[in-house]
């Protein structure tokens, strides 16, 4: 009963996601075109919408539903590790054509081939594991 309110913001995302077209392909091959602003409009909102919240959060000393304060580190310092993090991930995104949040999302609404995609992820992931010790961090 405790993760069904993860469950209901999920889904309540997945609607969001999916009415906004931040899942369609067509969108998202659209911004890898630069031919749309659509995608980089979400992205800038969801971006901008982030800084304020932190902002909010370090600003007024806020706190958990438990009375914990809410501590956000700060990044490390590092510029190659986001480049070729970014990269990656850009690169990954253009040639499927999906983020990995919305992969769930299609697979929900019947996009069965979604899978080879999760499928890849998941993959990723584990190289990542095996390869991070030699990673730049």
């Given at each position: 009963?405790?993760?069904l309110?993860?469950?209901?913001?999920?889904?309540f995302f997945?609607?969001?996601?999916?009415?906004?077209e931040?899942?369609?392909?067509?969108r998202?091959?659209?911004m890898?075109?630069?031919q749309?602003?659509h995608?980089?409009?979400?992205i800038m909102?969801?971006?901008a919408?982030?800084?304020v919240?932190?902002?909010?959060?370090k600003?007024?000393?806020?706190?958990?539903?438990?009375?914990n304060?809410?501590?956000?580190?700060?990044?490390?310092?590092?510029?190659?590790r986001?480049?070729?993090?970014?990269?990656?991930?850009?690169?990954?995104w253009?040639?499927?054509?999906a983020?990995p949040g919305?992969?769930?999302?299609?697979?929900?609404?019947?996009?069965?081939?979604?899978?080879l995609?999760?499928?890849?992820a998941?993959?990723?992931?584990f190289?990542?594991?095996?390869?991070?010790?030699?990673?730049?961090?």
């Amino acid at each position: 009963m405790n993760l069904l309110k993860y469950l209901l913001v999920g889904f309540f995302f997945g609607i969001v996601l999916t009415k906004a077209e931040a899942v369609s392909w067509y969108r998202i091959y659209e911004m890898f075109q630069f031919q749309s602003f659509h995608m980089y409009g979400i992205i800038m909102t969801a971006i901008a919408t982030g800084v304020v919240g932190i902002q909010i959060i370090k600003r007024n000393k806020l706190k958990d539903f438990d009375g914990n304060l809410l501590i956000i580190q700060d990044k490390e310092k590092g510029n190659t590790r986001y480049w070729i993090g970014g990269i990656l991930f850009g690169l990954g995104w253009a040639m499927v054509g999906a983020c990995p949040g919305p992969i769930f999302i299609l697979l929900g609404a019947g996009f069965m081939s979604v899978g080879l995609i999760l499928i890849g992820a998941i993959f990723g992931t584990f190289l990542y594991g095996v390869f991070k010790d030699k990673l730049p961090h």
